[in-house]
């Protein structure tokens, strides 16, 4: 299935540019307008931005939103910047307004206030504009309806009815007092198997659990994944409720949040995707490889103070890169498991110190067990059975660095409030490179008398 | 509120362990039952698992089942192992049948077959347990309603009411055929504020999106994501509904994926957690280290073959270091990126040519902006140009394997059907190590006269 509809897009795609090139916008709306929703949208994904607002303007506002909103954050910025106030602004009425006040968010704010002025559905959208996009204030919808205790399971179904909004609605529906303070949570199925005369105050649940508008978004996703909910309500400080998060929101921040902990463990800026142009992955990932350069020299100076050795003895040259790398792998394995726990809250900074305990004993046996093997693999390569015990020694000690510092490193971080997946892994192997060059390079100093020159 | 909850917790678990201390059961019994649902998980979570099976046949089977159906896949099997048959079949009749489907597929298959014949809800859990955990099948419910065509809103309605399911019901209702094949979808909205007599025909949306059971669950996390959907119904191959999955059954998924992707590229096992014990994360954590002294002692092979250079020039030993870790660290960002967008099906095989050709130029425009800063450095820190030229040379050549073998790699394992996370960053990185020291020594020996002895 997913192959057929791939043969739908590549031909409309060929359709809708052939058209283009010759001038005629018309039949290259027809042509996308003939397709499904998410075929619309791989066929726009896939326009250069010259001809995606080229069409924008004649496209349905209804669709063409239905389109903008399925973009990349990217892409939909560079369209935001090239398309028109008005279409603009026709457009974002047709969305739900946490998406509207996310395009419009990444405007300059002169032209924020001339779009919001041609909106009608404004009032909607500028209270969202103040929350950042990371917060729950951020993921919030205030598009919704809410209840009074004194409705009856009728009165509700018939405000359902005239509310009647184009296809979102929440399962839960929530309940307010005169104050607009949250006091309760009915489901559309409690609604739905109530006798009509029973008052909302007697169906619903009144222990809601709700976050407040600043709350961090990856708190929410946790909440929302804890709880299973399928929308959670967002209040300010006197509990008053200023709007709702749904669940296909969240799925998209803990996606969006995993991706950043796999880039930043991996040296990569979050806003690189595999198809990003050559300039801009030159520009993005050039500043961390000359961080990494910082920390490779500083680990070259450490081997350059063992040069008389190494001049005596080769062979250690090849050994410290054995000893500096598995430090590097060891300590890697704890940072990732470390990092993704403190990421999903499962760690958090009390269990410090028991962690670093387990992790340097851990890193204590670990280096045994390699040293034993690396120790007699040395020696029978070599013919020297003291470079093999040099070599499991420095094992042993680097490992144990390893422990310690994969451990240590990534709590320092949180508790300096440095997110542990962006810096910890360049600190950590920069303790395993000079250490491992240290180690086994200083025991080769201390023992060149019984090595093989 | 969640540290509040903390104490609360701690000082649950400090009454549970004393009255269990004391042999005193129904206490510890007594104790958990006043907690909420969330801090009974937590309690019962920190408990050993000979404690957490003492407990489980006094608590109340549907509680018991709601903190069982909590805990880690791993701690369920080993619950499951220890506690009597009639025990886990009453508790596994309180659970959705999918979660029940999961328990029981980790028991040893005579026992499954004792445990099933215990249960009242076995015929709903059989049928799951012919589905891979990690299939649509194995994802989906079969405890859902169906409607007909032929019905009435009305009579939908009082199907609903009569049904009356715990908790969970799904946001759409699916409708179905004579044969049981699917036909359409209603939302419980739809259903709300349909006047009573109108047909479900007439209501329904024809256009249901399905997958068929065998579909793996990434590719169904993919679609509901890109949907936006609460439920997905599952087929078979004629069509007929089987089953559904709902949408919070699909974000652990996605954060399943995304943990199981951040650990293969750290070199972790699936299954660890930072509080596993020490013997299980030794255990676990040595076979990839092993894997990776092999490729060390591959890269000092490569080094060992230039001893006699490197006992003229000993200052090349910490020339090598610095070409191959930057060939390293150049491809980690380029396998992040590459497999994580190959797990979001953003990148497939037939995109590798531009990707290997983009990453290729990039890996030279790289290792040029790279070899300039090293080769000015090298050049003044040790004062011979001729050592900057070879260090800035090598690490040219170097970027380039990194951009060749960081993007052809991950392409080549997903085309060998072998998961890019688990191996790309271990091969990839043998090719920058074996490559930096032989180009960075290789060089050093044609070069030796102009060098600085």
């Known amino acids: 299935m997913a192959e057929l509809t791939r043969d739908t897009v590549d031909y409309a795609l060929t359709q809708v540019r052939a058209a283009l090139d010759r001038n005629n916008v018309q039949e290259a709306i027809a042509a996308l307008e003939r397709l499904k929703q998410d075929e619309q949208v791989e066929v726009f994904d896939e326009l250069d931005v010259e001809d995606q607002v080229e069409l924008l303007p ?32 026709r457009i974002l009425d047709e969305m739900e307004p946490d998406d509207a006040a996310d395009v419009i968010g990444e405007l300059p704010e002169e032209r924020q206030a001339r779009v919001l002025a041609g909106m009608e559905e404004a009032d909607d959208v500028r209270p969202l504009l103040i929350h950042p996009d990371e917060s729950a204030g951020g993921l919030m919808t205030t598009s919704f309806l809410t209840l009074r205790p004194g409705m009856t399971a009728q009165e509700a179904i018939d405000a359902l009815r005239e509310w009647n909004p184009d296809d979102e609605m929440p399962y839960y529906l929530f309940v307010v007092d005169r104050e607009r303070r949250l006091v309760g949570v009915v489901s559309l199925r409690q609604l739905l198997v109530a006798s009509p005369n029973r008052l909302i105050s007697s169906i619903m649940n009144p222990d809601v659990i709700s976050v407040p508008a600043g709350a961090d978004q990856e708190e929410v996703a946790n909440l929302m994944k804890k709880y299973d909910f399928l929308a959670l309500p967002v209040v300010d400080a006197n509990n008053r409720l200023l709007g709702i998060i749904t669940v296909d929101d969240v799925v998209d921040v803990i996606e969006a949040e995993a991706t950043e902990d796999v880039y930043r463990l991996g040296g990569v800026p979050d806003e690189e995707r595999v198809f990003s142009p050559l300039s801009f992955s030159l520009k993005r990932r050039l500043p961390w490889l000359y961080i990494n350069l910082l920390t490779a020299f500083l680990a070259a100076a450490v081997v350059s103070l063992f040069e008389g050795t190494i001049e005596r003895v080769g062979i250690l040259a090849a050994m410290q890169g054995i000893v500096a790398g598995m430090g590097g792998n060891a300590a890697t394995q704890r940072i990732t498991i470390l990092v993704r726990g403190l990421a999903l809250s499962e760690v ?13 004993l851990l890193g204590l046996l670990q280096g045994i067990a390699i040293a034993i093997v690396v120790g007699v693999g040395v020696a029978f390569w070599q013919q020297s059975a003291v470079l093999g015990w040099i070599v499991a020694l420095a094992m042993v000690g680097n490992l144990v660095v390893a422990g310690l510092a994969g451990a240590g490193v990534p709590f320092l971080l949180k508790l300096l409030r440095i997110d542990p997946a962006l810096a910890s892994s360049v600190i950590v192997t920069t303790f395993t490179d000079c250490c491992g060059f240290a180690f086994a390079l200083g025991l080769g100093t201390l023992l060149i008398a019984y090595l093989p020159i």
């Open 58 to 89: 004649r496209l349905d506002p209804e669709t063409a939103a239905e389109i903008v909103v399925e973009l990349d954050a990217e892409d939909q910025a560079d369209i935001a910047e090239r398309v028109d106030d008005q279409t603009l602004s």
């Open 348 to 360: 958090e900074l009390k269990h410090a110190l028991p962690v670093i305990s387990k992790e340097a």
